[in-house]
Every structure is written in structure tokens, then in C-alpha cells.
């Protein structure tokens, strides 16, 4: 407990944006955000009010932070499962806990569970030789996606393999350096889409609107809010998906189920137990953030309202330029408010690096085309300090 506000005290493993972002809300709850960087130089550790280095690896780190902490939470999959058992076994309150994370840190661990919960998702299959995938891809054709099934994000531990020869190239080398494998059928899909949910230890849940997320390159670019043409039919059960199974791990905090909207209905993807990428809307599009939200159920406080505040919200991820641009970011915001001066710009404090992550943009409307054209306009303008020429606006 904060002995100058009588607050409780929430500890953050890990210092990227979606730790920068929840001590922002944090601050308007009068919480103090304690958090746990590897660096002093990392997006959350440049703004914290408290932030202790350690690695996420480093159990008696962990082990040192916890004990400063009212209730320990992540902004990453990536402390070892036997670590966050070991601490709560000690007494520690974690949130989400490890049997439920178990299920966001390994993708086959998560494929077995939704099979066993009758959840649709892409036929899979374990992979230890290449002859697994082989029989696999004549069980349900080429091409297939090999997966990663610890550590992979933003594009990274995927490969669409296209040939038994393509597999005999990648499989042998990942499996020799360790890494865990499976196989996964090609969906066919329309569009990708994000059920964001939060559910409190009390069992309180609260859902906001179902999203189109756009990817290029296995990166999320676009996030369109509400999901155009989705019927309420489908709204709510992706909606109903999320909290269903929210409920079944007993997730405490935030879940975003990734979704693969087919002719045949929903797919599940993936799952996330921390504030999403899909979710940065909220920010300034909902009537409660999700990094808002994530410290009301960690806490176990009742969970705010989840409705849009227009009726429609875009977030365009700001991707690191492939060339340095010409001019700081400085400038580049100040350009970007001189034409459009509704836009919400959110800047993670991040050394710019090629695809990285460095921000995002949010619009807020009535029009989804025309605030989607505002988005990747100025989210572009902000990476490449260029405009984009020839864009058709709608």
C-alpha cells in the first residue's frame, strides 16, 4: 500500500508501450505503477514514477519487485511460467495468474485447450520432424504455417511453408536450436478480427466493441473500430467467445482473442492476457481505456463502461521508416496538428528503427472511410516524414 495516497500499489513486469501507457491511466486513478524494466532506456522507464531494473528471467528480481507490490501484472508473455508459479506459491498476487497465462505463453498448449472447449480454430498438430509436417500437409494440403509455439509476435516464429521441400529447409534448423513447433492449416479467410474483454478475480466482465484488425507483413497497420459489417449475430458471439473463455482460465485482468473471420464463421487465432495492440483505441475512442481498465480488474474494482464515444475510431500504427526521414519528430508532430488538429498522437519514447513500433494515431468520426484515410496519412507522415502522394481520399 502507497503510504502517501492509501492506494494500492500495482506492479508492472516489463517496460515497453503497453507498461508506458497503463502508468498513464494509473496516474488519473491516483495509483502508483511500479515497474519492472530490463533497461533504463525502455518506453515505460523514461516516465514511470518507479522503476526497478531486472530481468524478467531473474527470479529473485521478480522476487524483490513482488514484494514492493499490492498485485503483480505483465505487459509481455515472457516470464517463465515456473517463475510466476514459484511466486505465487510464496504468496504473491498475480494477475493474471499462471495457470492462466500458461495458456498465452505456448500457442500449442492454447490449441489443445480450445479443442478440448469445442473453440473452432485452425486444424494443428505438434511438430518434432519434418515428416510431421509432411503428413500434415497431405492431411489438409499446402500451403502450411509453421509456428513457433513459445516467443513469437508481430510476425516473428511464423513461416508459410509451401512444399515438402520448403518444409526439409526451415524445420531440421529450428528444431536443432530448441525451438518448439506446430503446424497449422492455411486459413481461408475475409478479414482478421479482435475480441477485447476484461474480467475481474470477483468475475465481473465487461467487453467492448469486436474490431477489424489490418496487417501487413504479420504487423498489425490498422485498427477499425467498430468492425465494418459486422452483424450483431457475429458481434456478439465473438464477444460471448472471449469472456467464455476469460471465464474457463479464470483470467484476471485484460484478454484479446485474435480472431479469423471465414465463410464458415469465427476462428480463434491467438490469445493475449495484457493490454493489446488491438485495444489502443480505447484510449481516446471508449468510454473506458483499456489500460484503464486492465488496473480496475487487476485491483478488482468494478469495470468501467466499454462503449464508443462516436461511432467509429481508427488507430494507425506509426512503423519505423526503412531511412532515417528528413526531418525530428518534433516537427513531424507539429506538422501533423497544423493539418489535422483532431488527431490524438500517441509517441512511445522509442530509438526509431525500421518496422518498430513507435506510436500510434487515433481518429474519432462518423465516417469510417474518411477517418481511416486520415489515419494511414498521418501515421505514415510520422514514421516517413513524407505524404503520401496520389492517395485516393474518400
Not at 511466486?87 to 492454447?110: C, D, I, S, Y
Not at 475481474?200 to 507483413?217: I, K, L, N, R, Y
Not at 483499456?290 to 463502461?305: C, T
Not at 513500433?357 to 498521418?378: C, I, N, P, Q
Amino acid at each position: 500500500m502507497d503510504k502517501h495516497t492509501g492506494l494500492p500499489i500495482v506492479g508492472m513486469v516489463g517496460g515497453g508501450q503497453l507498461a508506458r501507457m497503463t502508468h498513464q491511466a494509473a496516474i488519473s486513478l491516483g495509483q502508483s505503477l511500479h515497474v519492472m524494466a530490463a533497461g533504463e532506456n525502455e518506453s515505460a522507464g523514461l516516465v514511470a514514477g518507479k522503476v526497478v531494473q531486472g530481468h524478467h528471467t531473474d527470479l529473485d528480481a521478480l522476487r524483490a519487485f513482488a514484494k514492493e507490490v499490492d498485485v503483480v501484472t505483465f505487459d509481455h508473455e515472457h516470464v517463465p511460467w515456473e517463475h510466476m508459479y514459484q511466486l505465487a506459491q510464496e504468496g504473491h498476487t498475480l494477475r493474471p495468474g499462471p495457470e492462466a497465462l500458461a495458456f498465452a505463453q505456448n500457442k500449442l498448449v492454447m490449441r489443445e485447450m480450445m479443442a478440448g472447449m469445442d473453440i473452432a480454430g485452425p486444424a494443428f498438430a505438434e511438430v518434432s520432424s519434418v515428416e510431421d509436417v509432411a503428413a500434415f500437409a497431405e492431411a489438409h494440403s499446402w500451403p502450411v504455417v509453421l509456428k513457433a509455439a513459445e516467443g513469437g509476435y508481430d510476425g516473428r516464429g511464423v513461416w508459410m511453408l509451401d512444399t515438402a521441400q520448403h518444409a526439409r529447409e526451415v524445420v531440421p534448423e529450428l528444431l536443432a536450436a530448441g525451438t518448439p513447433l506446430l503446424v497449422e492449416s492455411k486459413v481461408d479467410m475475409k478479414r482478421e478480427l479482435s475480441a477485447l474483454v476484461a474480467r475481474s478475480p470477483f468475475g465481473q466482465g465487461a467487453a467492448w466493441p469486436v474490431v477489424e484488425t489490418v496487417q501487413s507483413g504479420g504487423i498489425n497497420t490498422e485498427v477499425l473500430a467498430p468492425a465494418p459489417g459486422l452483424g450483431e449475430g457475429l458481434t456478439q458471439l465473438a464477444q460471448d467467445l472471449a469472456l467464455r473463455i476469460a471465464s474457463q482460465l479464470n483470467v484476471v485482468g485484460l484478454l484479446a482473442v485474435e480472431l479469423f473471420e471465414t465463410a464458415d464463421g469465427l476462428l480463434v487465432n491467438e490469445l493475449a492476457m495484457r493490454p493489446h495492440n488491438s485495444g489502443h483505441w480505447t484510449m481516446d475512442g471508449a468510454r473506458t481505456s483499456q489500460f484503464e481498465q486492465h488496473l480496475r480488474a487487476v485491483l478488482d474494482y468494478p469495470l468501467g463502461a466499454t462503449e464508443l464515444l462516436k461511432p467509429a475510431c481508427v488507430m494507425g500504427n506509426v512503423l519505423g521508416a526503412d531511412e532515417k526521414p528528413s526531418m525530428g519528430p518534433d516537427e513531424r508532430v507539429h506538422h501533423l496538428f497544423a493539418r489535422y488538429p483532431d488527431a490524438r498522437v500517441h509517441l512511445y519514447g522509442k530509438e526509431e528503427r525500421p518496422g518498430r513500433k513507435l506510436g500510434h494515431v487515433t481518429f474519432l468520426g462518423d465516417r469510417m472511410e474518411e477517418l481511416r484515410d486520415r489515419a494511414l496519412l498521418s501515421a505514415h507522415w510520422l514514421s516517413h516524414a513524407v505524404w503520401l502522394d496520389g492517395y485516393e481520399i474518400h
